[in-house]
Protein backbone atom coordinates (compact mmCIF):
# COMPACT_ATOMS: atom_id res chain seq x y z
CA UNK A 1 0.00 0.00 0.00
CA UNK A 2 1.54 3.69 -0.83
CA UNK A 3 1.16 5.56 2.10
CA UNK A 4 3.89 8.75 0.88
CA UNK A 5 3.13 10.92 -2.02
CA UNK A 6 5.74 13.49 -3.67
CA UNK A 7 4.24 16.69 -5.08
CA UNK A 8 5.74 19.95 -6.27
CA UNK A 9 4.54 23.19 -5.16
CA UNK A 10 3.38 25.89 -7.60
CA UNK A 11 5.86 28.40 -5.79
CA UNK A 12 8.11 27.01 -3.49
CA UNK A 13 8.76 27.20 0.01
CA UNK A 14 11.20 30.11 0.86
CA UNK A 15 13.79 29.16 3.88
CA UNK A 16 15.53 31.77 6.25
CA UNK A 17 18.05 31.76 3.76
CA UNK A 18 16.17 32.16 1.00
CA UNK A 19 16.70 29.07 -0.62
CA UNK A 20 13.19 28.22 -2.84
CA UNK A 21 12.27 24.28 -2.44
CA UNK A 22 9.58 23.09 -4.48
CA UNK A 23 9.46 19.77 -4.27
CA UNK A 24 7.64 17.28 -0.96
CA UNK A 25 6.69 14.38 0.31
CA UNK A 26 3.15 13.88 2.24
CA UNK A 27 1.99 10.75 3.66
CA UNK A 28 -1.64 9.76 4.58
CA UNK A 29 -2.53 11.08 7.64
CA UNK A 30 -4.44 8.78 10.65
CA UNK A 31 -7.18 9.35 12.86
CA UNK A 32 -4.89 10.63 15.32
CA UNK A 33 -3.10 13.54 12.57
CA UNK A 34 -7.18 14.59 12.13
CA UNK A 35 -8.31 14.22 16.05
CA UNK A 36 -4.67 15.77 17.84
CA UNK A 37 -5.18 19.01 15.78
CA UNK A 38 -8.74 19.63 17.40
CA UNK A 39 -7.14 20.19 20.95
CA UNK A 40 -5.14 22.66 19.43
CA UNK A 41 -5.17 26.10 20.74
CA UNK A 42 -4.84 28.16 17.73
CA UNK A 43 -7.70 25.45 16.05
CA UNK A 44 -9.97 26.24 19.21
CA UNK A 45 -9.53 29.96 18.61
CA UNK A 46 -9.63 30.13 14.76
CA UNK A 47 -11.24 27.24 13.06
CA UNK A 48 -9.29 27.91 9.64
CA UNK A 49 -5.66 27.26 11.70
CA UNK A 50 -6.89 23.44 11.49
CA UNK A 51 -5.69 22.78 7.60
CA UNK A 52 -2.27 24.88 8.75
CA UNK A 53 -1.51 21.97 11.86
CA UNK A 54 -3.21 19.65 10.27
CA UNK A 55 -0.49 20.01 7.05
CA UNK A 56 1.89 20.21 9.51
CA UNK A 57 1.57 16.92 10.50
CA UNK A 58 1.51 15.23 7.40
CA UNK A 59 3.75 17.01 5.28
CA UNK A 60 7.13 14.84 5.56
CA UNK A 61 9.56 16.99 4.04
CA UNK A 62 9.73 20.10 1.11
CA UNK A 63 12.91 20.22 -0.55
CA UNK A 64 15.95 19.48 1.99
CA UNK A 65 13.36 20.57 4.81
CA UNK A 66 12.50 17.80 6.85
CA UNK A 67 11.47 19.76 10.35
CA UNK A 68 7.48 20.82 8.88
CA UNK A 69 5.51 22.50 11.82
CA UNK A 70 2.69 24.43 11.53
CA UNK A 71 5.09 27.60 11.25
CA UNK A 72 6.34 26.73 7.90
CA UNK A 73 3.22 25.78 6.59
CA UNK A 74 2.21 29.33 7.99
CA UNK A 75 5.13 30.88 5.42
CA UNK A 76 3.78 29.18 2.15
CA UNK A 77 2.58 31.27 -0.30
CA UNK A 78 -1.35 30.97 -0.65
CA UNK A 79 -1.19 29.15 -3.96
CA UNK A 80 0.78 27.08 -2.11
CA UNK A 81 -1.18 26.47 1.22
CA UNK A 82 -3.90 25.88 -1.28
CA UNK A 83 -2.25 22.92 -3.33
CA UNK A 84 -1.02 21.48 -0.46
CA UNK A 85 -5.12 21.44 0.87
CA UNK A 86 -6.40 19.73 -2.25
CA UNK A 87 -3.39 17.26 -2.66
CA UNK A 88 -4.17 16.19 0.94
CA UNK A 89 -7.98 15.80 -0.10
CA UNK A 90 -6.85 13.75 -3.02
CA UNK A 91 -4.32 11.12 -1.39
CA UNK A 92 -6.70 10.91 2.04
CA UNK A 93 -10.14 10.75 0.49
CA UNK A 94 -9.44 9.40 -3.32
CA UNK A 95 -6.31 7.65 -3.20
CA UNK A 96 -4.49 8.96 -5.77
CA UNK A 97 -3.24 12.55 -7.16
CA UNK A 98 -4.55 12.71 -10.54
CA UNK A 99 -7.22 15.09 -11.77
CA UNK A 100 -9.45 15.49 -15.00
CA UNK A 101 -8.85 18.28 -16.33
CA UNK A 102 -10.31 19.90 -20.44
CA UNK A 103 -7.67 21.69 -22.58
CA UNK A 104 -9.00 25.53 -22.78
CA UNK A 105 -7.93 25.61 -26.62
CA UNK A 106 -9.60 22.34 -27.70
CA UNK A 107 -12.07 21.24 -25.29
CA UNK A 108 -10.14 17.72 -24.86
CA UNK A 109 -10.52 15.94 -21.64
CA UNK A 110 -6.92 14.32 -20.49
CA UNK A 111 -6.09 13.92 -16.32
CA UNK A 112 -3.01 14.93 -14.71
CA UNK A 113 -0.86 13.77 -12.01
CA UNK A 114 -0.92 16.73 -9.28
CA UNK A 115 2.59 15.30 -7.66
CA UNK A 116 4.06 16.42 -10.76
CA UNK A 117 5.18 13.36 -12.19
CA UNK A 118 4.02 11.57 -15.68
CA UNK A 119 1.33 9.25 -15.58
CA UNK A 120 2.14 5.97 -14.99
CA UNK A 121 5.36 6.82 -13.01
CA UNK A 122 5.47 6.20 -9.35
Known sequence: MRTEFTFELPRGYVDGAGQVHRTGVMRLATARDELVPLRDDRVRENPAYLSVVLLGRVVERIGSVTDI?????????????????????????????????????????????????????S
Not at 85 to 114: K, M, W
Open 69 to 121: HAGVIEDLFASDLAFLQDFYRRINAEGHTRAQVTCPSCATGFAVDLAGGRLGE
